[in-house]
């Protein structure tokens, strides 16, 4: 039993180019969450999903796309990555609705040049 | 925007003491969560409470809840080592849909 497991661990970009980052579960869990950590910012929301073909935008979306075409996956995308988007992205899950805890990734660190 | 705040920013102490940490939030929330972060790692669940709970425990952690102050306690007893990490309050309310709402974490450092 995996948990939650995010692809790649590490990447560095240069500006403009593009690149996905795969998240995926094992748990059936419903809801999938993207978050950014950045120093001294603690975790912001970025997309989240609360289920198979559902996505919805969360506090910072400016500059990021999703998909969730499998309910195991959710894939976070970056079009054009900016300086301004390095930072550690973590995946997290959920089974579904409120009292339930949120399930990590170990975080993908991306640096854009 | 953050719900939760955590206080202080950082805590030193040494093994054996105990830590606690503050968390104080904004809105009216349905539970509240603490989360373990060691260095590199994603965030691990260690304690949810419910609004309508005061104290929980759960081995060295204790967790209050005050809602009529908006805020919230985590209590680690008898510190060690391994408990050297950040640690981070989340809230869940209605108001935020689904997700959580972390807030910026507590440093604490245990030393030998």
């Known amino acids: 039993n995996a948990g939650v497991t995010q692809t790649p661990k590490f990447r560095v970009l240069k500006t403009g180019q593009s690149m996905t980052l795969l998240c995926a579960q094992d748990?059936?869990?419903?809801?999938m969450y993207w978050y950014r950590q950045d120093p001294g910012m603690g975790l912001r929301l970025i997309h989240y999903?609360?289920?198979?073909?559902?996505?919805a935008k969360g506090e910072v979306p400016d500059g990021y796309n999703v998909s969730r075409l499998k309910k195991q996956n959710f894939l976070l995308g970056l079009e054009s990555a900016a300086p301004s988007q390095t930072s550690v992205y973590f995946c997290?899950?959920?089974?579904?609705?409120?009292?339930?805890?949120?399930?990590f990734g170990d975080g993908t660190r991306l640096s854009i040049l | 925007s953050q719900q939760g705040e955590e206080d202080p920013q950082a805590l030193s102490i040494q093994e054996g003491e105990n830590a606690t940490m503050n968390c104080s939030y904004k809105?009216?929330?349905?539970?509240l969560q603490w989360y373990r972060q060691n260095s590199g790692r994603g965030l691990v669940h260690l304690i949810l409470?419910?609004?309508?709970?005061r104290e929980k425990h759960s081995g060295r952690l204790r967790v209050t809840l005050d809602t009529s102050k908006k805020s919230s306690s985590l209590l680690i007893t008898a510190s060690r080592a391994a408990d050297t990490a950040s640690y981070f309050c989340?809230?869940?309310?209605?108001?935020?849909?689904?997700?959580?709402?972390f807030g910026k974490g507590t440093t604490l450092s245990v030393s030998s």
């Open positions: 997290a899950s959920r089974f579904n609705g409120f009292n339930q805890p949120q399930h």
């Open positions: 748990m059936n869990h419903e809801y």
């Open positions: 999903s609360v289920g198979e073909g559902t996505t």
């Open positions: 809105t009216s929330i349905n539970n």
């Open positions: 409470i419910r609004s309508n709970e």
């Open positions: 989340a809230t869940d309310s209605y108001q935020a849909g689904t997700a959580l709402i």
